[in-house]
T-cell receptor, first 110, second 110 residues
Framework: NAGVTQTPKFRILKIGQSMTLQCTQD?????MYWYRQDPGMGLKLIYY???????DKGEVPNGYNVSRSTTEDFPLRLELAAPSQTSVYFC?????????FGPGTRLTVL | QKEVEQNSGPLSVPEGAIASLNCTYS??????FFWYRQYSGKSPELIMF????GDKEDGRFTAQLNKASQYVSLLIRDSQPSDSATYLC??????????FGPGTRLSVLP
């Protein structure tokens, strides 16, 4: 049982480039989330989804987009990378009240 | 703006002592409360959750909830160096939106 998987683990982008962070869960959870965590800080919610085809903004959605075409996958898209998006990104899914986190993607924008 | 606050620490305790971590939240409608542990460079992992006022024990960990005071705490008995990590408090209200505190860094000294 893989749980929540994320790819890539690390990535360096140049300003203005775009990329997609992949997230997949195999627990058949309806709820999925994207968070970012800046150094020494807590988790900030970027986007979340309550099921396939349904997404909503979290606390810090600017500069990001998401889609949810299947229950399993919840990719996060950065269209025009900026240095302020340098962070660690965590994907999570939840069952009832409990969240399960992926291993994270460490993104640096130079 | 729903907020969750924690002392940032670091909190230093000697090995074998009790570590006490505190968390306050602003939304009186909050339903469930979680403690996550996060080692440096790793993703958060769930330690405990609590829904009702009072204490909940799991091994060396005890979560305490006081909804009237909007306060939740985590006690770690017989602290070990392996408990050294950042502890994140999270609050869930009406659905699947989780709000995280900034975390408290705990250091257990041998």
């Amino acid at each position: 049982n893989a749980g929540v998987t994320q790819t890539p683990k690390f990535r360096i982008l140049k300003i203005g480039q775009s990329m997609t962070l992949q997230c997949t869960q195999d627990m058949n959870h309806n709820y999925m989330y994207w968070y970012r965590q800046d150094p020494g800080m807590g988790l900030k919610l970027i986007y979340y989804s309550v099921g396939a085809g349904i997404t909503d903004k979290g606390e810090v959605p600017n500069g990001y987009n998401v889609s949810r075409s299947t229950t399993e996958d919840f990719p996060l898209r950065l269209e025009l990378a900026a240095p302020s998006q340098t962070s660690v990104y965590f994907c999570a899914s939840s069952s009832k009240d409990t969240q399960y986190f992926g291993p994270g993607t460490r993104l640096t924008v130079l | 703006q729903k907020e969750v606050e924690q002392n940032s620490g670091p909190l230093s305790v000697p090995e074998g002592a009790i570590a006490s971590l505190n968390c306050t939240y602003s939304d009186r409608g909050s339903q469930s409360f979680f403690w996550y542990r996060q080692y440096s460079g790793k993703s958060p992992e769930l330690i405990m959750f609590i829904y009702s006022n009072g204490d909940k024990e799991d091994g060396r960990f005890t979560a305490q909830l006081n909804k009237a005071s909007q306060y939740v705490s985590l006690l770690i008995r017989d602290s070990q160096p392996s408990d050294s990590a950042t502890y994140l408090c999270a609050v869930n209200n009406y659905g699947q939106n989780f709000v995280f505190g900034p975390g408290t860094r705990l250091s257990v000294l041998p």
